[in-house]
């Protein structure tokens, strides 16, 4: 009955994939308490997740502090208040757009080949042949790819707020002639380093909710090579929604505890 009213069953399968990630979250941990992977394994891990995606996070960052600059300065100028863009850029940039707008590039990066690797060794029962050989899936496989996450996502976040805001200021200062000195002393009165510790929290949970969702998605994934593409699109798009939805809420979390020196 319900497979035939089509948003009761997605409502089912939203519900049923965020059990899974919490399970496998569990399990993670659980996993994480015990004999962790090889070294190598990790450090795998730490240089495809991290290094490899360095290219397009700071593209990214760095049209998204240009943009960011453009579009703030033309509303600014109206009511002549142009030396404020820089605090605009580097506020936004490190507290929201840098880690959102990081983890969407990596969701579709990461994420993706996330679940096409654990997906294509579940079609072809290698999963199944580590648990017949008496080892642990989740940590020689989920374990390394959730620390690398967690870990690089942070990283790689800082380096896009730094290109973000350079970008931005050289769009300003060299192209649109705001004076250098307003600019510059109005970004640091703005910019605490509350809000650069708000933004390395969200990336690290970004970079969490990406590995868990991509690897339930690999250790799920329908037979067939139409299988592991599918799990690959369904990781990706479970991962953006929880990035944006999880943002908002990371935002009213510490918006409520905000200390007094952050203000």
Known sequence: MTSAIPGVTALINIFRTAGGVFLLALETLRAAVGRWPRRRVLVD???????????????????TGMVLAVQSFNQFRRVNITSMVGAVVGV??????????????????????ITAEIGTMHVTEQVDALRALATNPVRWLVLPRVLAAVLMTPILTLMADVV?????????????????????????DWLRVWD??????????????????SAYKGLNTEPGAAGVGKAATEAVVTSCILILISDFFLSVFFNAIKPEWAN
Do not use: D
């Open 164 to 188: 973000g805001i350079a970008g931005g200021t050289f769009i300003c200062v060299g192209f649109l002639k705001v004076e250098w000195h307003f600019h510059y002393i109005n970004m640091l």
């Open 196 to 213: 650069v510790s708000v933004g390395c929290a969200k990336s690290s949970v970004f970079g969490l909710l990406i590995a868990l969702t």
């Open 92 to 113: 936004s940039m490190v507290k929201e757009l840098g880690p959102v707008l990081s983890g969407l590039m990596l969701a579709g990066r990461v994420g993706a080949a």
């Open 45 to 63: 891990q730490f240089y495809l997740i991290g290094y490899r995606s360095t290219p397009v996070v700071l593209t990214t960052g760095l049209f």
